[in-house]
């Protein structure tokens, strides 16, 4: 159970949180605001549409800034109560730093699971919604360009592939579809067919000629309807991706992740981004462990001075967490380094400044 002095320390800490996530989140909408401010107009968006706009807005702001609002609220709540000397009665009456910061530091913690799970099974859905808003509500693009899809391309197998010439989204069907089986190099079968289906349990072909080529013959089929069943891709996944990668769930841009690879498209982005949306929620425990013992242990020039150090190597990682990050899409660092390499370095920087501060 929580004592006294856990649910003082968490109860001052999340009101600081609040008030910072609150504050921050207002400046972050006006700014947003004001950039979208000339498309509201221009296209005249109804004020309704605009205030459910940024109530999707909102989740989004929670899910990419919440590290940072963790930072300011545990740099402003612990700097005062040790600006009161609150800290140092803790201290004197047998506390050591480790036990005052091990509530937050097991809050941070928490709440970077539940950062996760929120970006995993909250965030995604809203913030589709708040996608679709902008491109057709707010910048009033056709909805068109999105139900149809042309030229895919896709490779069942190392000797089977396919292209379909254009495909209808909400139809779930697609015209002028060609179909490529060879062996060791060799076309071995040619499927043409002016129409592929899904249907209950999976795709069919309508309308087409089916050729097999031998040594030295070739067999003539013709068809009104053929099973495709050897075509694993869903409806879903001939879809036009609306959005960037890190506006989908952790599952969503996996599996798109694995259709870039059937299909041979690149996706070494995606991957790093993939990485990251388990990385990046362990900022909300990093930050703390680094800025809790600056915070407790104010030098001369007051609570101003451990905000601005702490401030300071919190800003640093952020940084230093974006530098990996392009490093990485660049190739010039491995997916996993990319994305957890910086977490490892000032995590043991974290540990480093705790127990070498004052206790």
């Known amino acids: 159970m929580l004592k006294v002095v856990d649910r003082y320390l968490l109860r001052y800490f999340l009101s600081a949180l609040l008030l ?9 909408v006006i700014i947003n605001m004001i950039e979208e401010l000339r498309d509201f107009i221009d296209n005249r968006v109804p004020l ?11 989740g ?14 545990a740099l402003i709540s612990i700097g005062i109560l040790a600006r009161r000397n609150e800290i140092l009665a803790m201290k004197t009456s047998g506390l050591s730093l480790y036990r005052i910061a091990a509530p ?25 919604k708040r996608v679709e808003m902008k491109e057709y509500t707010i910048k009033k693009r056709p909805r068109e360009s999105r139900e149809t899809s042309r030229n895919i391309y896709r490779q069942v197998s190392k000797d089977l592939f396919f292209i379909i010439n254009t495909y209808n989204v909400a139809a779930r069907e697609g015209a002028d579809i060609k179909l490529y089986r060879s062996v060791d190099n060799r076309l071995t ?7 592929i289906r899904y249907t209950e349990n999976n795709w069919m072909l309508y309308d087409g000629v089916r050729r097999v080529f031998g040594d030295s013959s070739e067999a003539y089929f013709t068809f009104d309807s053929l099973s495709a069943a050897y ?10 991706p609306l959005g960037k990668p890190e506006d989908m769930g952790y599952r969503e841009l996996e599996r798109y992740i694995e259709l870039m690879k059937r299909t041979g498209g690149p996706y070494r982005r ?22 809790v013992p600056i915070a407790s242990n104010p030098k001369r020039g007051g609570i101003a001075v451990s905000f601005a150090m702490g401030a300071g190597i919190a800003l640093l990682y952020f940084v230093a967490f974006k530098l990996t ?16 390499g910086i977490n490892a370095a000032f995590f043991l920087v974290g540990l480093v400044i705790l127990l070498t501060s004052k206790k």
């Open 270 to 291: 995606e991957l790093v981004d993939l990485k990251i949306k388990l990385a990046f929620p362990f900022s909300s425990f990093i930050v703390i462990l680094i800025c």
């Open 189 to 195: 079968e040619f499927t043409t067919a002016k129409k």
């Open 48 to 58: 309704l549409e605009v205030v459910t706009y940024y109530a999707y807005f909102a």
């Open 104 to 128: 937050l530091l097991l809050f941070s913690f928490l709440l970077s699971l539940g950062h996760i799970y929120y970006n995993e099974f909250v965030f995604p859905e809203p913030n589709k």
């Open 60 to 73: 989004w702001i929670l899910k990419s800034f919440l590290p940072v609002f963790v930072l300011l609220a």
């Open 231 to 240: 075509i694993q891709d869903k409806p879903s996944d001939f879809e036009v």
């Open 20 to 28: 910072v996530a609150f504050a921050f989140g207002i400046l972050i």
């Open 325 to 340: 990050q392009s490093f990485g899409y660049n190739e010039k660092l491995s997916p996993d380094i990319a994305a957890w």
